[in-house]
């Protein structure tokens, strides 16, 4: 059983830092592309960055210079380190893992994880 399980989430002023974290278990690791979606209230999930086995990355623009993905592949692990966050980076994010690297898409993933909030205050 796949399990892609997300942690720190949290709330932090605007301006500040979070790293989240997410752990995938029940997969090979190194047979998929991992990421993270972000979905914010009242809008549709939303692409945020995704990295293959090599380390290569995709970013969306909205966050390109602030957020940085990376994984672990002997953990088992990505995580997003995101900096000068502003009110609109509030979300819930999710943890998605897919064989393919190229062309996310909210309908296109093998596997999610649950989710974890993050709020950016004013």
């Known amino acids: 059983q796949v399990q892609l399980v997300e942690s720190g989430g949290g709330l932090v002023q605007a301006g500040g830092s979070l790293r989240l974290s997410c752990q995938a278990s029940?997969?090979?690791?190194?047979?998929?592309?991992m990421g993270w979606f972000r979905q914010a209230p009242g809008k549709e999930r939303e692409f945020v960055a995704n990295i293959r086995w090599s380390g290569g990355t995709n970013y969306a623009d909205s966050v390109k210079g602030r957020f940085t993905i990376s994984r672990d592949n002997a953990k088992n692990t990505v995580r997003l380190q995101m900096n000068s966050l502003k009110p609109e980076d509030t979300a819930v994010y999710y943890c998605a893992a897919d064989r393919v690297f190229g062309g996310w898409s909210v309908r296109g993933m093998d596997y999610w994880g649950k989710g974890t909030l993050v709020t950016v205050s004013s």
């Open positions: 029940g997969l090979t690791f190194s047979s998929y592309a």
